[in-house]
């Protein structure tokens, strides 16, 4: 079972910048691709951005160039560092890991509970 905390979220200003974080912790064989979704009443919940063990990345058009995810991976944890926020960016932010069990090897996807990200004036 893995755990992932989110922390980060809040009210920000148009063109400011803000800096989510996700932990996981658990007992798992390994942690493997982790990112970031969100989603907004109403919509279905979207991928923001995607980075695998070794470190590949990918971004949704709409956040290319103003969001960067990273990762340690000596600390399991993922961070999205938004830059340049703008009012459609508000939305509640969710962290996903997929990790892989330490007693059947098998692979599994775990959500954390979401943080909330303003833009507004």
């Known amino acids: 079972q893995v755990q992932l905390v989110e922390s980060g979220g809040g009210l920000v200003q148009p063109g400011g910048s803000l800096r989510l974080s996700c932990a996981a912790s658990?007992?798992?064989?390994?942690?493997?691709?982790m990112g970031w979704y969100r989603q907004v009443p109403g919509k279905q919940r979207e991928l923001v951005a995607v980075?695998?063990?070794?470190?590949?990345?990918n971004y949704a058009d709409s956040v290319k160039g103003r969001f960067t995810i990273s990762r340690d991976n000596a600390k399991n944890t993922v961070y999205l560092q938004m830059n340049s926020l703008k009012p459609e960016d508000t939305a509640v932010y969710y962290c996903?890991?997929?990790?892989?069990?330490?007693?059947?090897?098998?692979?599994?996807?775990?959500w954390g509970q979401g943080t909330q990200v303003t833009v507004s004036s």
């Open positions: 658990g007992k798992f064989f390994s942690i493997n691709a």
């Open positions: 980075i695998t063990s070794g470190g590949s990345t």
């Open positions: 996903n890991a997929g990790a892989t069990s330490q007693i059947t090897r098998a692979d599994y996807n775990y």
